[in-house]
C-alpha cells in the first residue's frame, strides 16, 4: 500500500523525520549524475526559511545539512541522494501539558484517528520542521533548472485582506529577500506588517497567499491526463504543511471573465509565437505553452495561538487549554521558499520526462 511518503517519477523524493526526533531528511532518487552540488544556494535557501523576525518562532536550528550517499567529490554520482538535518533545538518539555489533548487545527485528532498515535510533540510528521528537507532537495533541483535556463520565484503577496496590486510579475531574488515579508512591494508589505503586529498583540495568527513565478520553462511541457503541469504543481504545493488552495493565472477571479476576454491572443513577432496576455498563467491543457507560469497558494493562519481554546482529550472529556511553547503568528513568508523548492522539484521531474521524449517536427 502507498504510504504517502514518496512523490515523482523520474525524479522522487521520498521525505522522513518528525520535528521533535533526532533529525529530518529525504532520499532523491533519480537525479542526474555529474551535478555539482551548489552549497552555497543550500545555505541562502534554508536561511530564507528560517525564522528570523519577532513574529515568527523563537526555535532556532543549526540546520547543518549531511549528505549520506549519492555524492563524490561534491559531485551527484547519478545514485540515491541521501541527507539528513539533524534537530538541535527541540524542546519537547513545553507540550508535557498536552500529551492527551488533541489542539484545534491541528494533526493530532487525525492522526490518533488513522494511526493511533498520542499526540506528537511538536506535531510530528505534520510538524513544518519537515519542509527543511523539502529546501535542501528543491536547492539541488533549482540549481539544476537554471542550468537549463529556468528559473522560479515565490513572494508573499497577501496577508490577511492586506495584498499586493501587481502579483504575477517577476521579480529578482533582491528584491523579494530584501524583505523581511518576502514581499517585493514596500507599500504592501508596510500594510501586510501591520496586520502581522494586530494578530501579534491579539495573540492570534493570520494566514496570506504566496505567488510562484516560472520564467523561461519552453512549450511542451507536461504530461497528459494525470501529469498535467497544472496538476503536478498543485499536487506537490498541497503537500506542504498549512497549504490550502492552489490557481493559476487569473484562477478562481477568472469566473468573472468572458471566454472573449479570458483567452490569451497570439501573435507572431518575427516568426515567434507570443501571447498578448497571461491569463492561463502559462498553461494550456494541462501544457506549458512558453510565457510565464504564474501560480498562487495559500496558507491558513497557524493552528497554535496563544488564546484559549475548546477541545477534547483522547477520552472525550471536554477541556479548555492554551498552547504554549515557541510558535508563528504569521509562517508565510518562512513558506516562500518551500513553495520555490516544490515547485523546483515537480518542474524538474516534469522537465526529465519532457525531455526523454523523443520529438519529430
Known amino acids: 500500500m502507498p504510504s504517502g511518503n514518496t512523490s515523482g517519477k523520474l525524479l522522487s523524493i521520498t521525505l522522513f523525520g518528525e520535528s521533535h526526533g533526532p533529525a529530518t531528511g529525504a532520499v532523491l532518487d533519480g537525479f542526474p549524475s555529474g551535478v555539482e552540488i551548489n552549497l552555497s544556494l543550500i545555505e ?9 523576525a519577532a513574529f515568527e518562532t523563537k526555535r532556532r536550528e543549526d540546520d547543518t545539512v549531511e549528505f549520506l550517499s549519492g555524492i563524490h567529490n561534491n559531485k551527484t554520482t547519478g545514485g540515491p541522494v541521501a541527507f539528513i ?3 538541535t533545538g527541540a524542546r519537547s518539555g513545553d507540550y508535557d501539558e498536552l500529551q492527551l489533548v488533541f489542539r484545534p487545527g491541528h494533526a493530532d485528532y487525525v492522526s490518533f484517528q ?3 498515535n498520542l499526540p506528537q510533540a511538536g506535531g510530528g510528521r505534520a510538524s513544518g520542521r519537515e519542509t527543511v528537507a523539502r529546501v535542501v532537495a528543491g536547492a539541488l533541483a533549482l540549481d ?5 535556463d529556468i ?3 515565490s513572494y508573499v503577496s497577501a496577508i490577511g485582506a492586506s495584498s499586493m496590486k501587481n502579483s504575477g510579475q517577476w521579480f529578482d531574488e533582491k528584491s523579494v529577500f530584501g524583505s523581511a515579508l518576502h514581499c517585493p512591494d514596500k507599500n504592501a508589505e508596510a500594510a501586510m506588517q501591520q496586520v502581522i503586529d494586530d494578530v501579534v498583540a491579539a495573540k492570534d495568527s493570520i ?11 519552453p512549450a511542451g511541457v507536461g504530461e497528459p491526463v494525470f501529469g498535467k503541469l497544472n496538476a503536478v504543481l498543485s499536487q506537490a504545493v498541497m503537500s506542504i504543511p498549512g497549504a490550502k ?10 469566473i468573472h471573465l468572458r471566454g472573449s476576454q479570458y483567452n490569451d491572443a497570439m501573435q507572431s513577432d518575427k516568426g515567434k509565437i507570443k501571447f498578448a496576455t497571461n491569463h492561463s498563467g502559462g498553461i494550456q491543457a494541462g501544457i506549458s505553452n512558453g510565457n510565464l507560469v504564474v501560480m ?16 477534547v482529550d483522547i477520552d472525550g472529556n471536554e477541556k479548555n487549554i492554551t498552547v504554549g511553547g515557541r510558535h508563528d503568528a504569521c509562517f508565510v513568508p518562512r513558506a516562500a521558499i518551500v513553495v520555490t523548492s516544490m515547485t523546483a522539484l515537480a518542474l524538474m521531474d516534469l522537465w526529465l520526462q519532457f525531455k526523454s521524449v523523443e520529438r519529430k517536427f
Not at 498562487?296 to 477541545?311: C, D, H, K, M, Y
Request: no cysteine; hydrophobic share 35%; charged share 20%.
Open 207 to 217: 494566514g496570506g497567499k504566496i505567488t510562484t513565478v516560472v520564467k523561461g520553462l
Open 114 to 116: 488513522k494511526y493511533g
Open 144 to 148: 539544476f533548472l537554471r542550468s537549463q
Open 296 to 311: 498562487n497558494s495559500v496558507f491558513r493562519p497557524a493552528s497554535s495561538i496563544g488564546l484559549e481554546q475548546s477541545t
Open 151 to 153: 528559473d522560479i520565484i
Open 85 to 87: 538535518v539533524r534537530n
Open 245 to 254: 488552495g492552489v490557481d493559476f493565472g487569473e484562477g478562481f477571479s477568472g
Open 44 to 52: 541562502a535557501m534554508l536561511r530564507q526559511r528560517a525564522p528570523v
